[in-house]
């Protein structure tokens, strides 16, 4: 029967609870994982994941606009709009619109702004306030099936495996489907003495 020891991973990518939200999405970005524990010592205290990080960013209060001052509305020079009718509608639009892009910063310079605002949010908190606390843990010698169950009812894409109070691995979604995938987790029919016959996990 195949156990959770089997699959699951053991290096392990880990943040502390004093890591900022910027560390902590670095630290999952350059790995490619969607979640970590939260680990002080070799006391674990909860889990963090990109889900945690993207609700905390999306509480944040909406960037201010800038303000625009208004458009100068004292008459223009009549020299501005010579000529026909036609050329002095197409001259009056240029002129407002170069009016418009002179006083509206342009979509590079919003996101530069957007850049900064939300960074120093993120340095300015850490994992400790946002992560999740309540651990949901299996052991080592647990069936794959029974764990995966485990995380299908409780809607979980990882769950740490523990060993006692010791963390020794952990086990998400993408170690189960790998299994899955490599016709490790199979279901086999046994046959024993007296006819007896029985469905068992490898």
């Known amino acids: 029967m195949l156990q959770v020891r089997d699959v699951m991973t053991r290096d392990v990518i880990t943040v502390s609870p004093e890591h900022t939200l910027r560390e902590a999405m670095d630290i999952l970005s350059r790995h490619h994982v969607s979640g970590a524990p939260v680990v002080r010592g070799h006391e674990v205290l909860g889990v963090v994941s990109g889900t945690d990080l993207m609700e905390f960013a999306a509480a944040l209060p ?5 303000e625009v001052e208004p ?14 009718d036609d050329e002095t509608e197409a ?4 002129w407002f619109l170069a009016r418009w892009r002179d006083e509206r910063p342009d979509a590079n310079e919003r996101i530069v702004d957007a850049g900064e605002s939300t960074w120093t949010a993120l340095d300015e908190h850490t994992v400790s306030e946002v992560m999740t ?16 169950d485990l995380m299908r ?22 170690d189960v489907v790998a299994a899955v995938a490599d016709g490790r987790l199979t279901r086999t029919r046994w046959v024993f003495s007296g ?3 029985r469905d068992m996990d490898d």
């Open 62 to 66: 909406p960037l201010a606009e800038p």
């Open 71 to 84: 458009l100068d509305t004292e008459p223009a020079d009549d020299a501005l709009f010579e000529g026909s």
């Open 91 to 94: 001259q009056s639009a240029s």
């Open 133 to 148: 606390r309540g651990v949901v843990s299996v052991r080592p010698a647990v069936s794959l099936a029974a764990a995966a």
């Open 153 to 174: 009812r409780k809607r979980l894409h990882r769950v740490l495996v523990m060993d006692g109070e010791q963390l020794v691995g952990i086990l998400s979604t993408t």
């Open 195 to 197: 006819g007896v016959e």
